[in-house]
Nanobody
C-alpha cells in the first residue's frame, strides 16, 4: 500500500516556475515507478512525465519537454516535478501516481497502469 500526497501548486504568471512535490508513505516506494498526470476542466487526465524506480528511465509528454523536469529521491520517499516557463495551457490539477515496475515499462502513459494516486494539487497559470 502506498499513499501519495502532492504539494506545491498555486497561482503563477506565464513564464513563471513552480515545483511540485509528492510525498509517499510506505517502505516500498523505491520499488514503484512514478508518474505525473494532469487534468484540466472538461478534459481527460493526461500523462505529463514518468520516472522509473532507479531514475534510469525518464519520459515526458511532448507538450512539456524542455520545460518540466521530473526527479525522485528514494531516501526521502518523494518525487518532484520542476515546472519552468509555465503557460496558461498548463493550468490543471496535477496528480502523482505509482505503478509497479513490471507494468510500467512501455505503458507509462496509461492511466490504468498506476495503482495509487494522490489527491491532486491545483496549478493555475494566469496573468
Amino acid at each position: 500500500q502506498v499513499q501519495l500526497v502532492e504539494s506545491g501548486g498555486g497561482l503563477v504568471q506565464p513564464g513563471g516556475s513552480l515545483r511540485l512535490s509528492c510525498a509517499a508513505s510506505g517502505r516500498t516506494f523505491s520499488s514503484y515507478c512514478m508518474g505525473w498526470f494532469r487534468q484540466a476542466p472538461g478534459k481527460e487526465r493526461e500523462f505529463v512525465a514518468g520516472i522509473s524506480w532507479s531514475s534510469g528511465s525518464i519520459y515526458y509528454a511532448d507538450s512539456v519537454k524542455g520545460r518540466f523536469t521530473i526527479s525522485r529521491d528514494n531516501g526521502k520517499n518523494t518525487v518532484y516535478l520542476q515546472m519552468n516557463n509555465l503557460k496558461p495551457e498548463d493550468t490543471a490539477v496535477y496528480y502523482c501516481a505509482a505503478a509497479p515496475l513490471g507494468r510500467w515499462y512501455g505503458n507509462y502513459r496509461q492511466v490504468d497502469v498506476y495503482d495509487y494516486w494522490g489527491q491532486g494539487t491545483q496549478v493555475t497559470v494566469s496573468s
